[in-house]
């Protein structure tokens, strides 16, 4: 019987293993295939944001689900720092709304997969399921700055930048793709930190703007979004379904818009510009009305077992700038009751009477002024007039502000905050005073043989024994009534980078104008690369005797160069103008480049 109980369980036992072994597969995981990224911070200009709204760029159910994961992923990155809204333009009402603070994310989805290098399988109907995300940053393009003497806020305004991103799209797992799509694309979105020199915009700065109730131009399309801004009577951007080809809705598009008066813009002049981007059309009805037209890349119509969604849908920004100066009143009391704002928006450039002292007073007496703040304050009270004004007040304020850094020498922020010094000093000029404005920090300075580097071109040295490895490297002027060089060098406190050389590469003509520059590192032992470039600077921190190995090159600009400068300075479109002179600012390091290298050096 005990036999006949035990087999009993056993079999039972099976059948239960069975029954787990049988149960529900897992789910594979999704995994992004391809991405591109965009660093949205670079188009805030300045302003503190306090809205970010999120709108899916079509009506499918797709495009609606990400972009409502995109306000959720959002708020739980971001907490407090800005308010974060979802809003379908598709359906919802259509709001007139203040976007001078608000910063516009479009999310959609894309039935069409762009082909790149990386994903050329996209497009087969072999490959494996996969889903295609955009997020474009509306960005309204064209309006100009504010026309403020005083003021200089300017708009979020630019090119139309945008992200995509291809995620596998595993059976049964379709939620957790969309997810980590929108992970994905919303990654790189970094509002400025708080200590950074921002301004708001209060209500009242709107006062001066006429604003247009009515669309701007009429369309068979969608308006996602309509709002002004102080810069800007109106603004619109519109969702436009493609439904032939691109080509023929295009053209269909355009003629559209030229009844309505709009004619294509002429390309900026800029020296140096690369191609035109294919995928956008600038145009203009005159000097405040302007819009931009944005193809969706890989754009294919719908139908055809097509999903309508962002891979045929034209974006158009159309915007209309607002003639009318801010007020006095208002930019008084602007200075009155938002100081800080008011130094953020460029205001102390244009004070230079009795107001100045008292403005400047009651911001310096402000407690938890930043140090970016503080570095503002200084650099834009340098005119003439100013200093007379102010006195003994600016001395005291770089004595704070050198404290501040000198304390700070070991954080990551140092090289940052230790280049806006020197710019603010203007350290490329010599002079005798720069040694009491640095104060704690003249210690770091170290002088390389100007006379002997020209009479041999290359000098190699060994600087004083430090415990510091902060060192500000200066090479005097290498030529009569020039300016300086400096490299402000800060090499990394990781042990693993110890046996790494850091170099950095400037390209000047006789003026002084930055042609070319290349910063980065290399192994000590490994063969130095070709010296194409007037001035080259090598160093390498000796850990043993707490000092720095240091070469430098000079070659002097042939008479073949020297035409090609005077030919090249003929088409430049600042050819002739007062002050333009070579003053760059420190070199970010590439990627994959360890940040050490990056530093700070000024020529003239």
Known sequence: MKSLISIFAAVLLLFSAGAVQSGPARKAAP???????????????GIRVRRILILPGAPDALSR????????????????????????????PLKLERLGDTLTLLVSRLSRIPETR?????????AAPRLAFRLDLLLHPSGGRLRSRQLRIAPMNGNNRSALVVVSDPAGNRDAAVRLAVRRLVAPLRLPPEESVLYEIPDYLYDHVTVIKEPLIELDGTLLQAGFTPQL???????????ENVAADRKELLEALEDQGFSEADAPRRPFAGKADPNRIDLQYDDLLRATLVIPPSAVPAGDGVTPDGSNRFLLYVSETETEPLSGKAVRRYRKEQPRSFLAAGGFRSLDDAELAD?????AAIPGLTLGEQLRLYRDTAGEEQRAILGDRRAKLLAAIVERIAAMQAEPAFPGYMAQLLEAIDFATPSPGHEKQLGKLWPLVFKADAKLLLKEGKLAFSTPSSKDPNLLLVIPPLRPGGRQYYQLITPSRKASDVSRLYFSYRNL??????????AGSRARDAKAPSQTYNLMLEWARNPEKECYDVQLRYTAPTRRWNRFRRWRDRRRPDAGRPGQRGNFSRTEPRAGISSSASGSFRAG
């Open 31 to 45: 995994q992004v295939l391809y991405s591109t990224a965009y660093n949205y911070s670079s188009g805030l200009s």
């Open 118 to 126: 990386k994903t050329p399988a996209a497009a087969s109907p072999a």
């Open 509 to 518: 003509d006789p003026r002084g104008r930055e042609i070319g520059n290349y």
């Open 65 to 92: 689900t990400a972009a409502e994961y995109a306000a959720e992923e959002l708020r739980v990155r971001l907490g407090k720092a800005a308010e974060v809204e979802y809003r379908d333009a598709f359906t919802a």
């Open 359 to 363: 403005t400047f007073d009651r911001l």
């Open 233 to 243: 009577r109106r603004c619109e951007v519109w969702s436009i379904p493609l439904e």
